[in-house]
């Protein structure tokens, strides 16, 4: 671990009047502080590792850059506020209030809502964000995830393309909105996830490697420049990402960080930087009085990233499981392009719940190699399940939702296998009302090169789309225009009308019972087996609860589920939910109490997902 005692980097205010200013820059000898408000350049002192620091008369509010030899000025790559765009000077802000002990569940209770700041309401800031909160605790939503904040060029972006870690985007509502929304979040018992990227910069902006050697050319990543988390003078990269993490978690209270892609987080040391990263984030948050949670994002199928330490582990507290998504989308849809080449078989689904991943340790065509590891010893909770998010929209053509897809059927049964399932759910925003607009992917670069670079990327990425019926008519949505930014905003009027309600009444129903069947407590005692089409989940609870299952016919035609010591016969049974009830827009005329015995036949209708309890008495 690096030496707790080197700088931290940024811009301190110490009282009133003075301001302590530190930079990591070993790539100079001198190095000067600009103060363009009172036009005023002052020599900044280097110790041996290559910090410059300097202490000053700067209140709070003082505009300020870093002046290189050459004579350019630079902003603070610890910004934490911005004079306009992310190539001006920086800003002088007041450290923020120590955060409030806030009782974050562990993950296993949480259901997380992923959203967009900028889509997410008409306003696209972090104070319109508050007054969905009630509705979104009335859904059983527990936990928000807001997609990547740090400051990107202009004001419209995914949020991956930030080049200034420790401020969040002016548009949004800057670093002082977004502490509104935490403790406008934590009044209604909702916890707040950030998304942070450390695996690359964006490409505009980015003046890290004027200062030091932040990047290695010993790797690349699809997005760009490696950063140096192993080479020469990787501790203080290291240090400058986790002490960011740390000014999210300890200094703004946020309660827990999704980490970006850690399959592109390249480090081959003995000491891993995700492992470190996330022991201080815990200890931290212990010596609050406080649980932070640290989420991966990855598509390596590894279960070190979710083992303790005392056992070779990273220590982190979930990971994304991509394989429960490709096998539900697979099998409803029959998609099998890309990724989805691997997937298809209803077989798989039941696969990833009883060994976590589809994949571990197979032979697969998607990577054209052995893929995963054994994983069973992990708990399904560490593990976050989704049927939808912005990259399973985003990254489509045009943006469709899965409804596109599948139907309204088909969407009631992914969301079935998801919110029923033994992983911790995540929601797509607008998915709970089967929202209409799609979401695709837009920036707002202010380099012609670059805005026609990505124009291009896009194009050229989806070539293979427009060869499809009807995709030489419908060209790749334009990344820079604001009408793709636009079309891409929730309506929130669809919430409280048909067909809409009918969508958000049963995921409302299916967070209900997963709550009171205890659903996350019961995942030592899940299995799942598969007949065809039909994917079987039998929950076991402790003696004397009678067991339960969840039938899902991912089929669009009728199915035999007659499971052979597995499930009881189903005339046994009692009928808790089934999803082609007229309530939530099927056609099933299902008028008695859920509560009656309506025991299902032995074959399943086409895809709907179907909960019972065992024992006809129960």
Known sequence: MIDPNLPIPGAFPIDDAQTRFTVWAPKHDTLALHLPQLDRTLPMQRDEHG????????????????????GHNRPDPASRAQVGTVHGPSIVTPQPRTPLPFLNPDLRHHIIYELHVGTFTPDGTFDAVIPRLSQLRDLGVTAIELMPVAQFPGNRNWGYDGVLPFAAHPAYGGLPGLLRLIDAAHAHHIAVILDVVYNHMGPEGNYLADFGPYYTDAYKTPWGAALNFDGPHSDHV?????????????????????????????????????????ARNHAAAEAQGRRVLIIAESNENDPRLLRPLALNGFGMDG????????TIRAALTGERRGY???????????????NRFAFTGQYTSG??????????????????????????????PFGDRLDASTGDDGARVAAALVLLSPFTPLLWMGEEYAESAPFQYFVSHTDPDLIEAVRRGRA????????????????????????????????????DRAPHLLRLTYYRELLRLRRELNIPSLSASVEARS?????????NPPFPSTPYALLANTSAKPAPCAFDGFLPPLDQCTTLLDSRDTRWGGDHNASAPASKPTPPTATLGPTPPLLIRFGASA
């Open 51 to 70: 910090y410059f620091t300097l202490t000053t008369k700067a209140p709070a509010g003082t505009h300020y850059q870093f002046q290189l030899p050459s």
């Open 238 to 278: 290291r240090e400058y990402f986790i002490q960011n993490s740390l000014f999210w978690t300890r200094d703004c209270g946020v309660d827990g960080l999704r980490l970006d892609a850690v399959h592109a987080i390249l480090d081959h040391t003995a000491s891993p930087f995700l492992a470190e990263l996330t």
């Open 319 to 326: 990971c994304w499981n991509d394989d429960y998504h490709h």
């Open 340 to 354: 989805y080449s691997a997937f298809g078989s209803p077989s798989q689904i039941a696969d990833t719940i009883n």
């Open 367 to 396: 990577f054209q190699r052995r893929h995963g590891a054994p994983a069973r010893d992990i708990d399904h909770a560490a593990l976050i399940a989704f049927t939808q998010n912005h990259d399973q929209v985003g990254n489509r």
């Open 460 to 495: 050229s990425e989806f070539a293979a789309f427009q060869d499809e019926p009807g995709g030489q008519s419908k060209p790749i949505p334009d990344p820079q225009s604001e009408d793709t930014f636009n079309r891409s905003k929730l309506d929130w009027s669809h919430r």
């Open 531 to 539: 007949i065809g089409p039909v994917i079987g989940i039998r929950y």
